[in-house]
Nanobody
Framework: QVQLVESGGGLVQAGSSLRLSCAAS????????MGWFRQAPGKEREFVAG????????FYADSVKGRFTISRDNAKNTVYLQMNSLKPEDTAVYYC????????????????????WGQGTQVTVSS
C-alpha cells in the first residue's frame, strides 16, 4: 500500500511563493507518475501538474504554466510543487497523487489514472 503525505501549504499574499512537498512510502517510486491536483470550494478537482517516473517528463495545466514547477527527488521518494506568483484563484486544497503505471515517460492528466492520493494541504492566497 502506497502512502502519500503532503506538506507545505499555508496562507500567503498574492505574488508570494510556496513549495509543496509530497513524501511517498511503500512504492517503487521511479515507476510512478506523480501528479498534483487541486480542489476549490464548490468546484471539481482539477489537474495542476504532473511528472513521469524515471524520465521526468512534466506537464502543466495552462492556468499554472510558467508559475508552477513540479520536480521529484527519487532518492527521497518525494515530489515537489514550487508555486510562484500566486494568485487568489490558486486558493484550494492541493492533493498529491500517484499513478503506479509503470509510467516512465508519460504524464496522465485525468483523475481516474491515479491510484493513490494524499490527504491534501490547504493553500490560501489573499489579495
Amino acid at each position: 500500500q502506497v502512502q502519500l503525505v503532503e506538506s507545505g501549504g499555508g496562507l500567503v499574499q498574492a505574488g508570494s511563493s510556496l513549495r509543496l512537498s509530497c513524501a511517498a512510502s511503500g512504492a517503487t517510486f521511479t515507476n510512478y507518475a506523480m501528479g498534483w491536483f487541486r480542489q476549490a470550494p464548490g468546484k471539481e478537482r482539477e489537474f495542476v501538474a504532473g511528472i513521469s517516473g524515471s524520465a521526468g517528463t512534466t506537464f502543466y495545466a495552462d492556468s499554472v504554466k510558467g508559475r508552477f514547477t513540479i520536480s521529484r527527488d527519487n532518492a527521497k521518494n518525494t515530489v515537489y510543487l514550487q508555486m510562484n506568483s500566486l494568485k487568489p484563484e490558486d486558493t484550494a486544497v492541493y492533493y498529491c497523487a500517484a499513478d503506479q503505471g509503470p509510467r516512465w515517460y508519460t504524464v496522465p492528466t485525468y483523475r481516474n489514472a491515479y491510484d493513490y492520493w494524499g490527504q491534501g494541504t490547504q493553500v490560501t492566497v489573499s489579495s
